[in-house]
């Protein structure tokens, strides 16, 4: 039976050391303070705001509401979005997307202060990410797999890697996430020829194709270690990318989907906020 890789014993670190962080931080009269926007009345939006603003306060950390209605102009948002950015007490910022379709996104990431950018919707982040500056914040679910594997003591370096997920937001970060710690890359995605052939010889396999229950025993091999990063939604609820039962029966470790990668990832985004305050913002 495979080791199981739940996320909560990994987030609940993240939050303790958190705690501590904002605990000195106050004081020494610094409140961290995580501004959330948000336009319009989406119910996905509004549940995951409150797991935020409920994961802040369990570590000490004040947030502020930012909402407008779903028709908010384009200059309303982004003049909100420039004040919070310049406001030396706001020290983190989420931007709740995607956003509507006449508030330009691309431009709105481009006005929120490199430092405060909790979710990496700044592409500056993103290029700091690629060039190997240290001072990129990276997005959250790349960094979460990466703690993860740290957390349960899974070795990266020299190990051959292989990411199914090649977008912006996981894929390809995470790819120079895992070079960073020394690790050889291979990034597929859905439509790459024999795509079991190169899965199975992975000494860590890591799945986003968003595809429910899409690989099997064919994809994995003994001694591998699974990081299932797939968010599916069927009749039978939620699921990942990795057939789990199967799976488990073959590989050497593997996170769940749900308890898995998602719970540190909103762990990670409260440790941006933190490093933003210490950083005096």
């Given at each position: 039976?495979?080791?199981?890789?739940?996320?909560?014993?990994?987030?609940?670190a993240?939050?303790?050391?958190?705690?501590v962080?904002?605990e000195?931080?106050?004081?020494?009269?610094?409140k961290?303070?995580?501004?959330?926007?948000?336009?319009?009345?989406?119910q996905?939006?509004?549940?995951?705001?409150?797991?935020?603003?409920?994961?802040?306060?369990?570590?000490g950390?004040e947030?502020?509401?930012v909402?407008f209605?779903?028709?908010?102009?384009?200059?309303?948002?982004?003049?909100?979005l420039?004040?919070?950015?310049?406001?030396?007490?706001?020290?983190?910022?989420l931007?709740?997307?995607?956003?509507?379709?006449?508030v330009?996104?691309d431009?709105?990431?481009?006005?929120?202060?490199?430092r405060k950018?909790?979710?990496?919707?700044?592409?500056?982040n993103?290029?700091?990410?690629f060039?190997?500056?240290?001072?990129?914040?990276?997005?959250?679910?790349?960094?979460?797999?990466i703690?993860i594997?740290?957390?349960?003591?899974?070795?990266?370096?020299?190990?051959?890697?292989?990411?199914?997920?090649?977008?912006?937001?996981?894929g390809?970060?995470?790819?120079?996430?895992?070079?960073?710690?020394?690790?050889?890359?291979?990034?597929?995605?859905?439509?790459?020829?024999?795509?079991?052939?190169?899965t199975?010889?992975?000494?860590?396999?890591?799945?986003?194709?968003?595809?429910?229950e899409?690989?099997?025993?064919?994809?994995?091999?003994?001694y591998?270690?699974?990081?299932d990063?797939g968010?599916?939604?069927?009749?039978?609820?939620?699921?990942?990318?990795?057939?789990?039962?199967?799976?488990?029966?073959?590989?050497?470790?593997?996170?769940?989907?749900?308890?898995?990668?998602?719970?540190?990832?909103?762990?990670?985004l409260?440790?941006?906020?933190?490093?933003?305050?210490?950083?005096?913002?």
């Open positions: 039976m495979a080791e199981i890789l739940k996320g909560k014993p990994v987030a609940d993240i939050k303790s050391d958190i705690a962080r904002a000195r931080l106050k004081a020494a009269g610094r961290p303070l995580l501004a959330v926007m948000r336009a319009g009345e989406r996905d939006d509004i549940a995951y705001e409150n797991r935020v603003i409920r994961n802040c306060s369990e570590v950390i947030t502020v509401n909402t209605p779903a028709d908010v102009a384009h200059d309303t948002f982004t003049d909100a420039k004040g919070l950015s310049g406001d030396r007490s706001v020290h983190g910022i931007v709740l997307r995607p956003l509507p379709q006449q330009n996104s431009e709105a990431g481009f006005l929120i202060d490199p950018d909790v979710d990496c919707m700044n592409p500056e993103l290029r700091k990410v060039m190997g500056d240290a001072a990129g914040i990276a997005p959250c679910t790349p960094e979460a797999v703690e594997l740290k957390f349960y003591g899974h070795e990266i370096r020299g190990k051959n890697v292989v990411i199914i997920n090649r977008s912006l937001v996981l390809r970060p995470l790819a120079m996430l895992f070079l960073a710690e020394d690790a050889t890359v291979t990034v597929c995605h859905s439509r790459t020829e024999k795509l079991a052939e190169i199975s010889g992975a000494d860590i396999l890591v799945s986003g194709v968003g595809k429910p899409y690989f099997g025993k064919e994809s994995v091999s003994p591998m270690t699974v990081i990063v968010i599916n939604f069927t009749e039978k609820g939620m699921c990942g990318d990795m057939r789990y039962d199967e799976v488990c029966d073959v590989v050497s470790a593997i996170s769940p989907v749900p308890g898995g990668v998602g719970t540190v990832t909103s762990a990670i409260l440790r941006h906020l933190i490093e933003s305050a210490e950083f005096g913002i």
